[in-house]
T-cell receptor, first 114, second 111 residues
């Protein structure tokens, strides 16, 4: 069973479109994250949710909006896609307590904006 | 945000060689973690460290939480081709609630 899953795996779209990426974790974790990995492989945190509540919101354009319908799901919606949004987006989750930095990552969604 | 300096940026080694990499920060950290990212996949946690001076092994991998609490080290012994990937350090500073990631060390192992 996949612990952290993301859909889709690949997403190719035109500039200006709106798209969503979905993430689900079956680990019972309280915290979920979205990261962006650029072409240089740098991993940058975008958002973090704890029990459906936003706790980290890094400097990310407001075209990006996370939504957490329940603590097992954290979706990422992107409006008006731009060329610079092309990257791999990773969802992750972590447990509650002192081990809350031990993150489990999904397989990634490669977004290509044309 | 917090800056983590990871060295080296990349390594090209022969199969069987040992590997050392490190991560440094200007701030004191209370947690250090090491992840490995295989090509086309998400990072996977290798080792988590919670105490200054702590030395923890996971198979051929050994990581240490530096005594100054401003650095951490990862060693891989007797490298094999499947060790190829990007190794990320991550740490949580004492004055912040979230981890920050280093820029990664890309390891290439030549058979």
């Amino acid at each position: 069973d996949t612990a952290v899953s993301q859909t889709p795996k690949y997403l190719v779209t035109q500039m200006g479109n709106d798209k969503s990426i979905k993430c689900e974790q079956n680990l019972g974790h309280d915290t979920m994250y979205w990261y962006k990995q650029d072409s240089k492989k740098f991993l940058k945190i975008m958002f973090s949710y704890n029990n459906k509540e936003l706790i980290i919101n890094e400097t990310v354009p407001n075209r990006f909006s996370p939504k957490s319908p329940d603590k097992a799901h954290l979706n990422l919606h992107i409006n008006s896609l731009e060329l610079g949004d092309s990257a791999v987006y990773f969802c992750a989750s972590s447990p509650y307590g002192y081990r809350d930095n031990e993150q489990f990552f999904g397989p990634g969604t490669r977004l290509t904006v044309l | 945000g917090q800056q983590l300096n990871q060295n080296p940026q990349s390594m090209f080694i022969q199969e069987g060689e040992d590997v050392s990499m490190n991560c440094t920060s200007s701030s004191i950290f209370n947690t250090w973690l090491w992840y490995k990212q295989d090509p086309g996949e998400g990072p996977v946690l290798l080792i988590a460290l919670y105490k200054a001076g702590e030395l923890t092994s996971n198979g051929r991998l050994t990581a240490q939480f530096g005594i100054t609490r401003k650095d951490s080290f990862l060693n891989i012994s007797a490298s094999i081709p499947s060790d190829v990937g990007i190794y990320f350090c991550a740490g949580r500073p004492t004055n912040a609630g979230k981890s920050t990631f280093g820029d990664g060390t890309t390891l290439t192992v030549k058979p």
